[in-house]
């Protein structure tokens, strides 16, 4: 047997295999066990409600950080006047795409606005460039249209399935490490860990200890790796909650102002990215363009990354590199990326921190839909979930990226056409902020050190291809907006 159906052993065996429980339910569990196949990925209510849970918690921050971000630039007499539409817009784009995740592609992932495409939304195109933002929700429209039809076509999935297997073990471990910077590195200032921050000197350095914040993380980082090692059932769970429990009692931040909250209808949003393009003109024509294209290239290409490596680590990835439902998965984002620009808010894309839950044991669809049902609920408890402070979900950020780091092991790290563009991968993908960054200099390189090799035909013309458009991905935005 090869190498590599060897090293996807080893990952299968790292999934969850507690006993299924479709035979034993009858009436809805029995067919929601049924519909979701708990049989087939060996999993059931209790492990899928677990890893929904988790899931939901390690990503809420996006329910307040997103409207934070966007409400600067999407506003109608001063910044933040939308700042509770842009909640609810942000709750409801989310539930639409991973509630299409779970029932139409039954994978446990779960889809939000995503992280740096709304920055680059809110202060590149708004702010900078002076696009007026219901023209900018107009491109992120035409991206999920176009995101649609290549879906429709199977592009996207032939991009997925072109992906090498080592590139998509480089990923899950980039991703992994991905995230648990985000965990590591927020602002203790405004309730971040603060454990790694800013250093004029070095980029980079250790944080200040005398931050409350910095040590609750630190606190919460062992109290997780206490749960993980004494096997206890929802471990990166039960850690976040401990850690802000602490937090609000310790008086490191605030109890929450309420528990309920009346949500505000995004009135002033839904439907703007249908009347923005009307203000599209000759002047500001090419600049919609280029937005309309950098939106399509980051998102296609951060999902693509996140389906591939988390992916893998679930055990969705067969001996031949590729994913079953990839189609259906892809479907979903584009749909969820089209219904967020019609409710008023920036790119909706497949979330790496359902890798959270998938470490839990999610398996299927059911843990993407416990997720949609606290995202709508969420709307109602915005005043609890604000409360939870991020330096709360450093823990299970920390301890996902730990468990995803298995997938180094799979890596022929003697051969230097897989180790190099693994390297960068892995490296690049943290220190960008990317997953689409890293995963690009990984495709570069892939291909060109099989050519120095001269084993230029292990590498298909699917690869080269991508290669090119990643090369073009690179030369346009440098000179559009380098």
Do not use: C
């Amino acid at each position: 047997m090869s190498k590599n159906k060897d090293d996807l052993r080893e990952i299968e065996l790292t999934r969850h295999t507690e006993p299924p429980e479709e035979a034993e339910l009858s009436g809805w569990q029995g067919a929601i066990a049924k519909f979701f196949q708990f049989r087939k990925y060996h999993t059931n209510f209790r492990t899928e409600i677990l890893a929904g849970l988790t899931t939901f918690m390690t990503m809420a921050y996006i329910l307040v950080v997103n409207p934070l971000i966007l409400s600067d630039a999407i506003f109608l007499s001063q910044p933040r006047d939308l700042f509770a539409e842009l909640v609810v817009a942000t709750a409801i784009s989310a539930a639409i795409g991973t509630l299409i995740m779970a029932l139409y592609a039954n994978y446990p992932f779960a889809m939000a606005p995503g992280m740096g495409l709304n920055a680059f939304f809110a202060y590149s195109v708004v702010l900078t460039l002076k696009i007026d933002w219901r023209l900018a929700l107009s491109a992120i429209l035409g991206e999920g249209l176009i995101f649609i039809a290549l879906t429709l076509t199977s592009v996207r999935r032939q991009i997925v399935n072109a992906i090498p297997l080592v590139m998509k073990s480089a990923t899950s471990v980039g991703i992994g490490l991905f995230i648990a910077y985000i965990g590591l590195s927020g602002d203790p200032k405004v309730g971040g860990a603060g454990i790694i921050v800013a250093n004029q000197a070095t980029k980079t350095g250790f944080g200040n200890l005398k931050e409350p914040a910095t040590l609750m993380a630190v606190l919460g980082i062992f109290i997780a790796a206490a749960f993980i090692a004494r096997r206890i059932k929802g471990a990166l769970l039960w850690a976040i909650l401990a850690t802000a429990l602490l937090g609000w009692i310790l008086g490191v931040t605030p109890w929450p102002q309420g528990i309920v909250e009346i949500p505000t209808f995004p009135k002033d949003l839904f439907g703007q990215a249908f009347s923005g393009i009307s203000q599209l003109n000759a002047n500001n024509f090419l600049d919609f363009i280029a937005v309309l294209l950098v939106f399509l290239f980051v998102d296609l290409f951060d999902t693509v990354g996140t389906l591939a490596g988390v992916g893998l680590r679930a055990g969705y990835v067969n001996e031949r590199g590729e994913m079953d439902r990839v189609d259906e998965a892809l479907l979903a984002d584009a749909v969820g990326t089209t219904a967020g620009a019609i409710v008023g808010t920036s790119t909706v894309t497949t979330f790496a921190e359902s890798a959270a839950g998938v470490e839990v044991g999610g398996r299927t669809g059911f843990t993407a839909l416990i997720v949609s049902l606290l995202l709508i609920a969420s709307m109602i408890f915005i005043p609890i979930f604000k409360a939870i402070p991020p330096y709360a979900t450093t823990p299970a950020l920390v301890i996902t990226g730990v468990l995803m780091m298995s997938a180094i092991s799979t890596i022929r790290w003697g051969d230097p056409a897989e180790s190099i563009p693994a390297f960068l991968t892995i490296f690049l993908i943290p220190l960008t902020y990317s997953i689409a960054t890293g995963l690009a200099a990984g495709f570069i390189s892939y291909p060109l050190i099989k050519t120095f090799q001269g084993k230029v035909r292990e590498v298909s013309i699917a690869t080269w291809i991508l290669a090119a458009v990643f090369v073009a991905r690179f030369a346009f935005m440098s000179s559009k907006f380098g």
